[in-house]
């Protein structure tokens, strides 16, 4: 193994892993396992840089029910509500989770914050990046060490509740090789300041073009394609994740038009949204020109069989 590791157990968790059936607690047992430091370095793929893991690494326990992957890149001033906001959320489940943050290069203060959380909460991972890689990467960096039977990402302002990751774990309990947040669904619904209204009708047309073109040259059927909550049983994220090549916005799609390569079954899903923040209009130009590009690599990853 390239690197040096350390390591310093946390007795109280790596023996705890509580049944899918289990009742709540109000504690950590329904973890499955918790490192306090660690540091390793690799020279694989994604996991080529610092990266702080529970004892999945080194022990073999049953897998957890549920992984969850939150990229994180800065964004101090709303993560220690967010923190509290997952760790009452998973505390409350009755079945057993891990929780897998990528720090995509944040600020030290940032990474710092994340690390202390995880030395402070069994069966909490954080994964550093050496450089700043995109949400894609990171995302895929989670994926492809996550354990759990069920793999879901959600982004870190939660602007998705933390209730609306039940909804994705259902579908995909319920029999969906992978389930995706649908804003555009008749049942779900947004929260947002009326200043932003706006926003909202730009950016809703301007995503239903995009989206229109994805549906017409990549992905059929699928209406919202970015939405930034999505989840893939274990088996399909081993076959989906290790061939994404986007690493920033693109790979949402990226990730589907795989998915439904390989005829895995994709349910959309009524979710609650909340919007914070407003883009600007060069912010935004220069997203959706960035994701045309992306829509043109897929395609031709697919015609050089990039994904088979």
């Not at 504690?27 to 990266?51: A, E, K, P, Q």
């Not at 402070?120 to 450089?131: G, K, M, Q, Y």
């Not at 916005?249 to 390989?262: C, N, P, S, Y």
Request: glycine share 4%.
């Amino acid at each position: 193994m390239h690197g040096n590791v350390v390591l310093a157990v946390d007795a109280r968790c790596v023996a705890r892993e509580a049944d899918a059936t289990n009742a709540a607690v109000p504690d950590s047992s329904n973890c499955v396992g918790h490192l306090r430091t660690i540091l390793v370095t690799s020279h694989s793929r994604f996991l080529g840089n610092r990266t702080r893991v529970s004892p999945k690494d080194f022990f073999t326990p049953r897998p957890p029910v549920l992984s969850l992957i939150v990229p994180v890149y800065n964004g101090v001033a709303r993560l220690p509500a967010a923190l509290d906001q997952l760790r009452e959320f998973l505390r409350a489940r009755p079945y057993s989770w891990e929780l897998i943050f990528v720090d995509d290069h944040s600020d030290e203060e940032v990474a710092r914050a994340l690390d202390t959380f995880a030395d402070a909460a069994p069966c909490v991972s954080v994964l550093h990046n050496d450089s700043n890689m995109g949400k894609g990467y990171s995302v895929s960096r989670g994926m492809r060490v996550a354990r759990g039977a069920y793999r879901v990402f959600t982004d870190a302002d939660l602007a998705y509740p933390t209730t609306e990751i039940d909804k994705i774990l259902d579908a995909l309990r319920g029999g969906a090789d992978v389930a995706v947040a649908c804003r555009v669904l008749p049942d779900s619904r947004y929260l947002m300041s009326p200043t932003f209204f706006s926003y909202l009708y730009t950016r809703h047309v301007m995503s239903r073009l995009f989206n229109a073109l994805v549906r017409w040259t990549l992905i059929p059927r699928v209406r919202d394609t970015q939405a930034g909550l999505k989840g893939f049983t274990a088996a399909a994220a081993e076959l989906v994740f290790p061939r994404v090549t986007i690493p920033r916005f693109g790979f949402d799609v990226e990730a589907l038009f795989i998915a439904r390569k390989f005829g895995l079954s994709i349910e959309q899903v009524a979710v609650n949204f909340r919007y914070d923040e407003e883009p600007t209009t060069v912010r935004f130009v220069k997203d959706a020109a960035e994701m045309a590009r992306d829509l043109g690599r897929i395609r031709t990853n697919e015609w050089r069989r990039r994904y088979d």
